[in-house]
């Protein structure tokens, strides 16, 4: 059974990744403070080791405390001899997965193939969801194609590395916080659009400094939800960061208040709160800023 869109969303203020084939790592990653940990089976493992390393990580999905952090697992990618097994793997996977995160998306068969796999492989029926990364100039190009692709799907993710290659772009390019604003309103738009969740990609970076503050600052300030991490000392930063004020949040709880009476009584005629019009856009907005202050 495919599970329907996230309602309200779950937290990623910060997303921390961590290489799937380092049980030290794994064994801490709960303790860092995080709102979501991201285990990956791509890029951080060799491929001589993608077995071993994807045993390892369901083991430790059902036989770690993982706490409050919402659990995700980037699997490798569709167009390799792991993908399959991978998604076989996690769909019966025990333990608090929430969502898989699929690498280099360009279209939307790449998410729907997925999808499909999962819903064969068994797993429980709200779990796990989908996230995207769109990392490769095709997969910018069919953001909105790719946003639309299934209900498992709650996130789209900009993936800086390997799209800053497939662009071209230089070392110092790639670095230009300003130069990726374009791709950054393209991914935003589309995961809007379709009520999904913007999570920026990671700051290349190790440690969280003036660049790093700035490249999420300006993701903060475009309306992503997060950003992801890369070093534990990237957490708390990013946590302060995508914590909305009081004003924002009272704002949100206003409409959701309004919205609730209203529907109370009946649901008829137009709701109104200070001057703006409450419709269902406005409400998954006010519901995005609650998640990043109490979580899923």
Not at 97 to 124: C, M, N, T
Request: net charge negative.
């Amino acid at each position: 059974m495919t599970p329907p869109a996230c309602d309200p969303p779950v937290r990623r203020r910060s997303c921390l990744s961590v290489p799937g084939s380092a049980p030290d790592k794994l064994a801490k990653a709960a303790a860092r403070g995080a709102d979501e940990v991201v285990i990956d089976l791509e890029d951080a493992v060799a491929p001589a080791a993608k077995e071993a390393a994807r045993a390892a990580v369901v083991a430790a999905l059902g036989g770690l405390d993982w706490g409050g952090a919402s659990l995700a697992v980037r699997v490798n990618g569709r167009e390799t001899p792991w993908c399959e097994e991978d998604l076989a793997a996690l769909a019966p996977a025990p333990g608090p997965l929430r969502s898989i995160v699929l690498p280099k998306v360009e279209a939307a068969e790449d998410v729907a193939f997925a999808a499909q796999l999962l819903d064969a492989g068994g797993g429980a029926s709200a779990l796990p969801r989908l996230q995207a990364l769109i990392e490769t100039a095709a997969g910018v190009a069919r953001a909105q194609e790719i946003a639309a692709a299934s209900p498992r799907l709650e996130a789209l993710i900009v993936g800086y590395a390997d799209l800053a290659a497939s662009l071209g772009r230089t070392a110092a390019g790639a670095a230009d916080v300003a130069l990726w604003d374009p791709i950054r309103e393209l991914v935003l738009l589309a995961a809007r659009a379709h009520g999904l969740q913007a999570i920026d990609g990671p700051y290349l970076g190790l440690q969280p400094d003036t660049a790093f503050a700035a490249a999420a600052q300006r993701a903060c300030d475009q309306g992503y939800d997060g950003k992801w991490a890369i070093h534990p000392a990237q957490v708390a930063p990013l946590n302060e960061l995508f914590t909305p004020g009081e004003a924002e949040v009272a704002h949100a709880r206003a409409v959701i208040d309004a919205l609730a009476a209203a529907e109370r009584e009946g649901g008829q005629g137009a709701v109104e709160l200070d001057g703006q019009m409450l419709d269902e856009p406005v409400r998954l907005a006010a519901l995005r800023v609650l998640a990043r202050v109490d979580g899923p």
